[in-house]
């Protein structure tokens, strides 16, 4: 018998945000929140940028591969936004929100 098509999408959206999350704490202990972009400061052309902060505000460290990794799944669940302004991806709640108009320290 074939399965008859569903409405309902096979990842629905806040599921896939709420798996990153997940993953994302696994992968980077401690992080409370990672912040995204594609300009990086150390290249001249578009580049993953990615900062991770603990809940204190600290920078948590992380290798290359690491940082990588975090911006392209991030980016992969929000393909649609703009990538060249910072977005801060908050891993208790698994929101994504713009982060350029706010504090402009690195």
Known sequence: MLATPSETPACPAMA????????????IPGAATIR?????????????????KDAGGATVELSRTTARG????????????????PHTFDIATATLTRSDLVGRGR
Do not use: E, K
């Open 16 to 27: 896939r945000q709420h798996r990153l999350a997940a993953q994302l704490a696994g992968m």
């Open 36 to 52: 995204v972009s594609l300009t990086d400061p150390a290249q001249t052309w578009p580049h993953p940028h990615t900062v991770a």
């Open 70 to 85: 975090a911006a392209r799944w991030i980016m992969r669940v929000w393909p649609d936004v703009n990538w060249a302004r």
